[in-house]
């Protein structure tokens, strides 16, 4: 039985890992699409959507979702390690590369 309490603590620890990577993952996914609408010019993400205020907008949507499903789960969006995987992957194919590992972290660790 000691066994079980310990793999649901475990399990407790990396859940709030999990939401605080997520958290800080989506508000640099936001703060970067920000600064990317402003003017400032980032390395890799971003590139397959095209610059521009299209992938500017596609990153924050995807850094605000991150950001409500990490900060109010399962009332907006659902906190499920496959969703926030995949969400991670996105992030990182189409708009923002430093918020979209963090947000893959996140959804790992979910998944463990």
């Known amino acids: 039985m000691k066994k079980i309490s310990c793999d649901k603590e475990m399990a407790k620890k990396y859940n709030q890992i999990a939401k605080i990577l997520a958290i800080i993952g989506g508000a640099l996914a936001a703060v970067e699409a ?3 609408m402003a003017g400032a010019a980032f390395v890799g993400g971003g590139d397959f959507v095209g610059a521009g205020i299209f992938g500017s907008i596609i990153a ?31 992030m990182i194919i189409l708009a923002s590369l430093i918020g979209g590992i963090l947000v893959l972290i996140a959804g790992i660790l979910l998944l463990v």
């Open 34 to 36: 920000v600064l990317s």
């Open 60 to 90: 924050l949507l995807l850094g605000l979702v991150a950001l409500f499903a990490a900060l109010k789960p399962n009332d907006p969006i659902p906190w499920n390690g496959i969703l926030i995987l995949i969400l991670g992957i996105v």
